[in-house]
Nanobody, 126 residues
Framework: QVQLSESGGGLVQQGGSLTLSCTASGRIFSIYDMGWYRQAPGKEREMVAIFTDGGMVDYADSVLGRFFISRDNPKKTVTLQMNNLKPEDTGVYYC????????????????????WGQGTQVTVSS
């Protein structure tokens, strides 16, 4: 199986910064898209930033120019630098990765699936 471990959430004042990190582990052959989503109370989960295996990045309009995503392929890590945080950025942030991995219990034994981290809370106070 594949696990995504997140870190870096917390409480910050409006205008502050936080950095989120996510590391994938397991019997991984390749990671395709890797990125961050968030879910605010009472709202649906939404894409925040994605870093593709081809080196392309995509951001939600609401975070453009404030958030920056980076990726370290050998370390299987994706990082989200969040600057000039606003109260509307508050929510649970989830790491997501599209992974090709080994699992002898499945057919095929090298499946490709999307995995989620457990989520990390980001709270921005006004």
């Amino acid at each position: 199986q594949v696990q995504l471990s997140e870190s870096g959430g917390g409480l910050v004042q409006q205008g502050g910064s936080l950095t989120l990190s996510c590391t994938a582990s397991g019997r991984i052959f390749s990671i395709y898209d890797m990125g961050w989503y968030r879910q605010a109370p009472g709202k649906e989960r939404e894409m925040v930033a994605i870093f593709t295996d081809g080196g392309m990045v995509d951001y939600a309009d609401s975070v453009l120019g404030r958030f920056f995503i980076s990726r370290d392929n050998p370390k299987k890590t994706v990082t989200l630098q969040m600057n000039n945080l606003k109260p509307e950025d508050t929510g649970v942030y989830y790491c997501n990765a599209d992974v090709l991995y080994a699992d002898h219990r499945k057919t095929p034994a090298i499946p490709r699936d999307k995995f989620w981290g457990q989520g990390t809370q980001v709270t921005v106070s006004s």
